[in-house]
């Protein structure tokens, strides 16, 4: 009796139907470590955000905050980055005695940098998942054209071909399209999620810069 298990079918594949196959293995390892590193960066980036925000506008002094925030150890990220860079330089730039413009300028650009570097690090490595999810199918159907290709050529020296010679050929050479699928479904949609989560942390940030400039401002208005 022919074992026509699922694995049995992937050990008589083919070499190139093999490859084929474990090249899309690969791929949905890697895709799922990096959705769990994603996922969990984003939602520390979410809790820092949220954390900080009520910290910001909970009334406390702008220059206590700042101290707080520098005596700490661990490295700064997302909105404390963006706030402790703009404060940092803000200080140095009323400190060197420039114009109130030239300051908030001043202070205006470090944060846009500092806003840079974060959204990079949110957007870091999504394009594998995009990759994936778009390569993925493509990949699986050159396994399967090639495994029923191999097949066909099989019977080119059978008198009579039959159902049952030719079935386990295209059903091993079907299991690449379905690994293909496999790959790329989780790979879409945790790249649609993702997206979605970080577009709109980088409206939280802008919108944070532009108001944290408008503070600036008004502080850079007040004696010295």
Known sequence: ??????????????????????????????????????????????????????????????????????????????LEAIFENGFREFARARKAELDNASVVRAAHRAMKVSMSREIEMLESNLT??????????????????????????????????????????????????????LAAIPAVIAYNKFTGDIDAMIVRYENFLEEFTGILQRQAQSPR
């Open 1 to 78: 009796m022919n074992d026509n298990s699922i694995l049995s079918l992937i050990l008589n594949a083919s070499i190139p139907v093999q490859l084929v196959m474990l090249i899309l293995l690969l791929a949905s390892i890697f895709s799922w470590a990096l959705v769990y590193v994603k996922r969990t960066y984003i939602r520390q980036s979410q809790a820092e955000a949220k954390t900080f925000e009520g910290r910001f506008w909970s009334g406390i002094n702008l220059s206590d905050l700042f101290a707080q925030l520098s005596v700490r150890q661990e490295k700064r990220f997302g």
């Open 128 to 181: 594998f998942l995009a990759t994936v999810g778009s390569v993925s199918p493509y990949v699986g159907l050159f396994g399967t054209v090639w495994g029923i290709m191999e097949s066909f050529r099989a019977l080119a020296g059978v008198q009579q071909a039959t159902l049952a010679m030719v079935a386990p050929g295209i059903s091993e050479a079907l299991i690449a399209t379905a690994m293909g699928l």
